[in-house]
């Protein structure tokens, strides 16, 4: 299906593949999603891999629509140590490190984290295409208006599957021009987008397949579920597995969730599906 090459170590997916997510923050909207002690999040990691994760994305700062803003000092204070714990005790774990500052981006690659994932593609931190490039490593590219603290602000589109498209095609010639090599493009489920919008962008998602590139879904617990369902995030996760099922159905390549478990169960069955 495609080929990341990790820092040298190439990984190729046949199959559609599980992102765990690891929030190191006290206020991600999701609070089973959080954590905050190293053994704990190394422990974590060890089940999301067992659960079936092939990559593992760590973040240190939530995006949630009107989140706090950190410095990339403070991003850095709590990711670096628990980074640098999965790598040394779990070695062959694909670790991504989901940030929009250069700065944290190349200090995350150099304590063991072997992808970036940019929710603002660029657009935050000037320095970030090119610190990519450098060091060599895939980049999650996606899609939003504004910032976290702005983006719902944003939510108006003409057509929004076409504008995210025309978004990656220019972006995707931006990060070839930089030297990126391995693209990931993320849509940006719930970032500068309504219910509505969102929707749509799943039911055209396989659109964003011209793009010869692997794209990722991050439909995990989002309001769009629960409110849409009239539950809170903690009661989305059934939720969650339906609108997974129907990003693997138009296309999607990487699932990224909070409950691995239950989203390797979902592509192994959709991959049983789609084999009969």
């Known amino acids: 299906m495609f080929t990341l090459n990790c820092k040298g170590r190439l990984i190729t997916a046949a199959r559609p593949v599980v992102m765990g997510i690891i929030n190191i923050t006290p206020d991600s909207f999701y609070a089973g999603s959080r954590q905050q002690d190293t053994d704990q999040i190394v422990k974590k990691a060890e089940q999301m ?3 079936g994760a092939a990559i593992l994305d760590i973040g240190g700062q939530s ?4 989140s706090h803003l950190l410095t990339a000092e403070e991003e850095l204070a709590r990711i670096i140590v628990p980074i640098a714990a999965i790598h040394k005790q779990i070695p062959e774990a694909v670790i991504s490190v989901d940030t929009f500052y250069a700065k944290v981006a190349a200090e995350a690659v150099a304590a063991g984290a072997s992808v970036v994932n940019d929710i603002s593609a660029g ?3 000037t320095a970030m295409l090119i610190t990519v ?13 504004g910032t976290p603290q702005t983006m719902q602000q944003h939510a108006r589109y003409k057509d929004v599957t076409k504008e995210v498209l025309d978004f990656f095609i220019e972006k995707s010639a931006t990060c070839k021009k930089a030297g990126i090599h391995d693209v990931i493009i993320d849509p940006g489920f719930g970032f500068a987008k309504n219910t509505v919008q969102n929707f749509t962008l799943l039911k055209n998602l396989n659109i ?3 793009m010869g590139k692997p794209v990722l879904a991050g439909l995990s617990r989002k309001a769009s579920i629960y409110k849409t369902l009239g539950v809170t995030a903690n009661e989305a996760l059934n939720g969650t597995t339906v609108l997974n099922t129907i990003a693997l159905q138009n296309g999607a390549d ?7 478990k239950e989203a390797a169960e979902t592509i192994k069955l959709f991959c ?3 084999g009969a």
Not at 133 to 145: D, E, F
Not at 254 to 260: A, K, W
């Open 49 to 51: 891999l067992k659960d």
């Open 63 to 66: 995006t949630r629509p009107g």
């Open 123 to 125: 657009e935050m931190d």
């Open 133 to 145: 490039a450098m060091l060599k490593v895939p980049y999650i590219c996606m899609h939003m208006k």
């Open 208 to 210: 964003l397949k011209i």
């Open 254 to 260: 990487i699932l990224r969730v909070h409950d691995v």
């Open 272 to 274: 049983a599906y789609a």
